[in-house]
């Protein structure tokens, strides 16, 4: 399974902006998937994911009623909709996915992982 994010770039304080992670070698509702985000000098963290199933997503506390996950099985692609940005937004995000039906928020339960996309928030 191959992923590849995009969609990233330089926004304003209050924008949106929506990430893809394009999936190939598997489709994306064989998988549960999820995005995660690294700031400079800081870890990478948990944003959110989806089961398989696509009936289960859970976000962290942090992006919850701003960010949505979703997919497009015809084009093998989850999205990330990121909606009133805040400077403390501002990382490179991760897609990442898993043979699993369950979703999950820790990054050492997923098996493949998309190269980055680079989100940058101005104040």
């Known amino acids: 399974v191959q992923l590849q994010a995009s969609g990233g770039g330089l926004v304003q304080a209050g924008d949106s902006l929506r990430l893809s992670c394009a999936a190939s070698g598997r489709t994306v509702s064989m998988l549960a998937m999820g995005w995660f985000r690294q700031a400079a000098g800081k870890e990478r963290e948990f944003v959110g994911t989806?089961?398989?199933?696509?009936?289960?997503?859970y976000y962290a506390d942090s992006v919850k009623g701003r960010f949505t996950i979703s997919r497009d099985s015809a084009k093998n692609t989850m999205y990330l909709q990121m909606n009133s940005l805040k400077f403390e937004d501002t990382a490179v995000y991760y897609c990442a996915a898993r043979e699993s039906h369950y979703a999950s928020n820790s990054p050492g339960h997923y098996d493949y992982w998309g190269q980055g996309t680079l989100v940058t928030v101005s104040s």
């Open positions: 989806i089961s398989r199933s696509g009936a289960i997503t």
